[in-house]
């Protein structure tokens, strides 16, 4: 090769280590103001380290979050729905795609090398033109080739290198989204179970209270006999009693495809799907610490998805750009080429070439400018996303922890109307023996307790629901990055009252 050869390919290789583009800087996560220092209700956040630029966690490990609640038939529920939940296993699939297409994107790093070995045997015409006559003769031949290609982009611009940076942001929000399908999974599973043990407790008091409303049936019916009741305290007493009994059927469907939705979460046919007894009532909440909106932005991996979409975004706009440069190929070739078979492998039949190619974009109908157009418009459609991702982060924390402290208040004070209905109750049945009220009196006593035990049980639930719901929001965790949990933190305050059967 001769000298200008080398000093052309010195020269490629200098300017090789430009990149065309903006390279990729993370904007701020919400426009024109500064981000809460704290949630509303929480810690100060001087307590903590001061705020900092959020770096994307999502792929840290969360651990069993949901062995908070100290629930064995959940751990299990769990396990099976990580193993055999079909979503999830798309989701994984969909990973390992990206995976490979990072592979693709940066296998134009390195030249291309194909082989083509072909034979062909062709005849010429005798008419042929040559040198402006015919050639008057016609010739039959083989021609046997065993070539190499060589074909190789020299990245000048960058352009390999932002399809490369783009696939590799794409396969980090794909992980992402897989870590963030995989929490929608954990947390699902949870409100499910919860709200199924609300049911089955909210069954189990209905199912009881009837047991007491078919003593008092009978106990009226006594009565009645004995000239002591009205027939209207019996009927009052049955009408009480077939209500309840018609509330049993709801119940149990609503508890029925609870069931089947968790069968189908765990990988689980619904035929035959059962769980083992477990009390809702007889467990702790679990008071959890929350910790900083930065950390809140760095964990959650749905934000992280959608910080990672920026970047492959803005490495697309590089790409774009880069296709207003000249894309410039090494193009070689070298092997054998013969007239018979026997021939081919012969040193004198050698062939070689090696040289470089430019091409120049110098008319494309504007369809250059319209694609960094495109690209810029994309990117700024994912910075919009990012930011919604982030303010709904802060809503759904905000939503939830508002939930833990309204709801607990509620929980005390519907506690304490149960203890109160419960008092009047056994004052009207005390009265309704003494012959002093009606049967009517009793019934409105028994209804009163019996829906305000119920809304207890179903705010029981509701708070478990709400405390799942605030660990997904979180992102699959409550602690402080970098910071252990301890017995303290995982401090719990009861949610259990004594009901009566």
Same mark, same amino acid.
């Given at each position: 090769?001769?000298?200008?050869?080398?000093?052309?390919?010195?020269?490629?290789?200098?300017?090789?280590?430009?990149?065309?583009?903006?390279?990729?800087?993370?904007?701020?996560?919400?426009?024109?103001?500064?981000?809460?220092?704290?949630?509303?209700?929480?810690?100060?956040?001087?307590?903590?380290?001061?705020?900092?630029?959020?770096?994307?966690?999502?792929?840290?490990?969360?651990?069993?979050?949901?062995?908070?609640?100290?629930?064995?038939?959940?751990?299990?529920?769990? /396990?099976?729905?990580?193993?055999?939940?079909?979503?999830?296993?798309?989701? %994984?699939?969909?990973?390992?795609?990206?995976?490979?297409? *990072?592979?693709?994107?940066?296998?134009?790093?390195?030249?291309?090398?194909?082989?083509?070995?072909?034979?062909?045997?062709?005849?010429?015409?005798?008419?042929?033109?040559?040198?402006?006559?015919?050639?008057?003769? %016609?010739?039959?031949?083989?021609?046997? +080739?065993?070539?190499?290609?060589?074909?190789?982009?020299?990245?000048?611009?960058?352009?390999?290198?932002?399809?490369?940076?783009?696939?590799?942001?794409?396969?980090?929000?794909?992980?992402?989204?897989?870590?963030?399908?995989?929490?929608?999974?954990?947390?699902?599973?949870?409100?499910?179970?919860?709200?199924?043990?609300? !049911?089955? %407790?909210?069954?189990?008091?209905?199912?009881?209270?009837?047991?007491?409303?078919?003593?008092?049936?009978?106990?009226?019916?006594?009565?009645?006999?004995?000239?002591?009741?009205?027939?209207?305290?019996?009927?009052?007493?049955?009408?009480?009693?077939?209500?309840?009994?018609?509330?049993?059927?709801?119940?149990?469907?609503?508890?029925?495809?609870?069931?089947?939705?968790?069968?189908?979460?765990?990988?689980?046919?619904?035929?035959?799907?059962?769980?083992?007894?477990?009390?809702? +009532?007889?467990?702790?909440?679990?008071? @959890?610490?929350?910790?900083?909106?930065?950390?809140?932005?760095?964990?959650?991996?749905?934000?992280?998805?959608?910080?990672?979409?920026?970047?492959?975004?803005?490495?697309?706009?590089? $790409?774009?750009? /880069?296709?207003?440069?000249?894309?410039?190929?090494?193009?070689?070739?070298?092997? =054998?080429?013969?007239?018979?078979?026997?021939?081919?492998?012969?040193?004198?039949?050698? $062939?070689?070439?090696?040289?470089?190619?430019?091409?120049?974009?110098?008319?494309?109908?504007?369809?250059?400018?319209?694609?960094?157009?495109?690209?810029?418009?994309?990117?700024?459609?994912?910075?919009?996303?990012?930011?919604?991702?982030?303010?709904?982060?802060?809503?759904? *924390?905000?939503?939830?922890?508002?939930?833990?402290?309204? @709801?607990?208040?509620?929980?005390?004070?519907?506690?304490?109307?149960?203890?109160?209905?419960?008092?009047?109750?056994?004052?009207?049945?005390?009265?309704?023996?003494?012959?002093?009220?009606? =049967? @009517?009196? $009793?019934?409105?006593?028994?209804?009163?307790? !019996?829906?305000?035990?119920?809304?207890?049980?179903? !705010?029981?639930?509701?708070?478990? *629901?709400?405390? $799942?719901?605030?660990?997904?929001?979180?992102?699959?965790?409550?602690?402080?990055?970098?910071?252990?949990?301890?017995?303290?933190?995982?401090?719990?305050?009861?949610?259990? *009252?004594?009901?009566?059967?």
């Amino acid at each position: 090769m001769n000298k200008q050869f080398f000093i052309f390919a010195a020269g490629l290789v200098f300017i090789a280590g430009c990149s065309v583009g903006p390279d990729y800087h993370q904007p701020p996560a919400i426009a024109s103001q500064p981000v809460p220092a704290a949630f509303t209700g929480t810690v100060s956040a001087t307590n903590y380290s001061e705020w900092k630029v959020a770096q994307p966690s999502a792929s840290l490990p969360r651990g069993e979050w949901w062995k908070v609640f100290d629930r064995a038939e959940l751990d299990r529920l769990e /396990s099976l729905a990580a193993t055999n939940n079909q979503n999830l296993a798309a989701t %994984a699939a969909q990973v390992e795609q990206a995976r490979a297409l *990072v592979k693709v994107a940066r296998a134009d790093f390195f030249p291309q090398l194909s082989a083509q070995p072909s034979y062909v045997r062709q005849g010429t015409s005798f008419n042929a033109p040559q040198n402006g006559k015919a050639a008057g003769a %016609a010739y039959t031949y083989n021609t046997f +080739m065993a070539p190499l290609d060589l074909n190789w982009e020299l990245d000048l611009w960058g352009r390999v290198r932002r399809e490369s940076e783009s696939a590799q942001a794409h396969f980090m929000a794909v992980a992402d989204d897989f870590a963030s399908a995989k929490l929608l999974l954990q947390a699902e599973v949870a409100s499910d179970y919860f709200m199924l043990r609300a !049911l089955e %407790a909210e069954h189990a008091l209905v199912a009881d209270t009837i047991t007491t409303y078919r003593r008092s049936l009978e106990l009226t019916q006594n009565r009645r006999r004995g000239g002591i009741a009205s027939d209207l305290d019996v009927a009052q007493a049955e009408t009480q009693l077939r209500v309840a009994e018609a509330e049993l059927p709801a119940l149990e469907l609503q508890q029925e495809t609870l069931l089947h939705a968790l069968a189908t979460l765990c990988g689980r046919p619904a035929t035959g799907f059962q769980l083992a007894p477990d009390n809702l +009532m007889t467990n702790a909440i679990p008071n @959890l610490p929350v910790s900083l909106p930065s950390e809140l932005l760095e964990r959650r991996p749905d934000i992280a998805a959608a910080e990672r979409r920026m970047n492959a975004a803005n490495a697309d706009v590089g $790409v774009a750009k /880069s296709a207003f440069y000249p894309q410039v190929y090494l193009n070689g070739g070298a092997g =054998y080429e013969s007239l018979s078979a026997n021939s081919l492998f012969d040193w004198p039949s050698r $062939v070689w070439a090696l040289g470089p190619s430019v091409n120049f974009p110098l008319f494309t109908g504007g369809r250059n400018r319209a694609q960094l157009a495109a690209a810029r418009a994309a990117y700024d459609g994912t910075v919009a996303n990012y930011r919604e991702t982030v303010l709904t982060a802060f809503q759904e *924390v905000e939503d939830q922890l508002s939930a833990q402290r309204l @709801l607990a208040a509620q929980f005390d004070a519907q506690s304490a109307a149960v203890a109160a209905a419960q008092h009047t109750l056994d004052i009207s049945n005390n009265r309704y023996q003494a012959g002093l009220d009606t =049967y @009517l009196d $009793v019934a409105t006593a028994q209804s009163v307790t !019996l829906s305000n035990e119920r809304t207890v049980v179903q !705010l029981a639930g509701q708070r478990l *629901v709400a405390e $799942v719901a605030l660990i997904k929001a979180l992102g699959g965790d409550w602690q402080p990055l970098g910071v252990e949990k301890t017995s303290q933190d995982q401090g719990s305050h009861q949610a259990v *009252v004594g009901l009566k059967p």
